[in-house]
């Protein structure tokens, strides 16, 4: 069965230090994968989607189809990154449907 | 572009009543709405998949004659949860997507939290 794991709850870091948001997927089909983020307050938004191998806000994912894993990445961390992490899996074909991890509370310190 | 508004955001009801939670794409035709459930300090539960014109799609344990859902537009859906009671309380998540291919994202909505008494 598909399943997403985000095996941190909280990553406490400085501001600048680098971070990685721990993503591990398991699914038997081709994977779809997204990180989305919610800031204080506000809804869940989507941060970046590994088709598109694009960088948002300096962070990046990069889909390792061996180790299955969708880790996030950001070289210098900044306060204002402080949010709630969600890794999802798109699942159930052409149905978009999405399965989410538990979620990692990001918290940059100054 | 692409904002999904949930209304209401918050609501507080009576054990044995029915309460509707709306959900509406503002500035685009939302070909597919996914609506979740999130318990406190938890991840999203994915409860069942509207499209329009036509009859959900519930997640398995999801009882659709609780928690009945409506699509009757590209721009909206709702989400009943009838005779709700404690156990109903929650935060509840709408999302829409413009088409149905699986690499688009989903935009959500601000959640709706329920508590019942």
């Known amino acids: ?110 | 572009g692409a904002v999904v508004s949930q209304h209401p955001s918050w609501v507080i009801c009576k054990s044995g009543t029915s309460v509707k939670i709306e959900c509406r794409s503002l500035d685009f035709q939302a070909t597919t709405m996914f609506w979740y459930r999130q318990f406190p300090k938890q991840s999203l539960m994915l409860m069942a998949t509207s499209n329009e014109g036509s009859k959900a799609t519930y997640e398995q344990g999801v009882e659709k004659d609780k928690f009945l859902i409506n699509h009757a537009s590209l721009t909206l859906s709702t989400l009943t949860v009838t005779s709700a009671h404690p156990e109903d309380s929650s935060f509840y998540i709408c999302s829409a997507t413009q088409t149905a291919y699986s690499n688009q994202p989903q935009h959500f909505g601000d959640g709706t939290r329920l508590s019942i008494l």
């Not at chain 1, 070289?75 to 149905?95: I, K, N, R």
């Open chain 1, 1 to 110: 069965a598909q399943r997403v794991t985000q095996p941190e709850k909280l990553l406490s870091v400085f501001k600048g230090a680098p971070v990685e948001l721990k993503c591990n997927y398991s699914y038997s089909g081709s994977p779809e994968l997204f990180w989305y983020v919610q800031y204080s307050r506000q809804r869940l938004q989507l941060l970046l989607r590994h088709i598109s191998r694009e960088s948002i806000k300096g962070f990046t994912a990069d889909l390792n189809k061996g180790e299955t894993s969708f880790h996030l990445k950001k070289p210098f961390a900044q306060e204002e990154d402080s949010a709630m992490y969600y890794c999802a899996l798109v699942y159930g074909g052409a149905t978009n449907k999405l399965i989410f991890g538990t979620g990692t509370l990001l918290a940059v310190q100054p």
